[in-house]
């Protein structure tokens, strides 16, 4: 019913940018929220960024604030994450989300339960 499609991740010196994109596909209406999250190995899953699918108002985690930025396309139901000056320690499986939960904090979508729909991920890799 769902799909979502994360394409974009590949190698990258650091400092360097790409573009990762979530295509959606399926009963992609009720979306209120689609967000990015990432997971290195041995690690949890953590946020990244996060979109609100109406009015565009977006949030971001610390560690990428001023260097990641996450914007949508309506009419290709896709989310963007651009992502620039990047580091070793965003080497990570990067992995789109999409919510359907309808809440008023931003904080809720930080964590993954408010997210019932997972891509496969797209893994980034920055050499040093």
């Known amino acids: 019913q769902v799909q979502l499609v994360e394409t974009g991740g590949g190698l990258v010196q650091a400092g360097g940018s790409l573009r990762l994109s979530c295509a959606a596909s399926?009963?992609?209406?009720?979306?209120?929220?689609m967000g990015w999250f990432r997971q290195s190995p041995g690690k949890e899953r953590l946020f990244v960024a996060a979109?609100?699918?109406?009015?565009?108002?977006?949030y971001y985690a610390d560690s990428v604030k001023g260097r990641f930025t996450i914007s949508r396309d309506n009419t290709k139901n896709t989310v963007y994450l651009d992502l620039i000056s990047l580091k070793s320690e965003d080497t990570a499986v990067y992995y789109c989300?999409?919510?359907?939960?309808?809440?008023?904090?931003?904080?809720?979508?930080?964590?993954?339960?408010?997210?019932?729909?997972w891509g496969q991920g797209t893994q980034v890799t920055v050499s040093s």
């Open positions: 399926g009963r992609t209406f009720s979306f209120a929220v």
């Open positions: 989300a999409a919510s359907d939960q309808l809440f008023s904090n931003d904080n809720v979508y930080t964590v993954p339960p408010p997210y019932h729909y």
């Open positions: 979109i609100r699918w109406s009015s565009g108002s977006t």
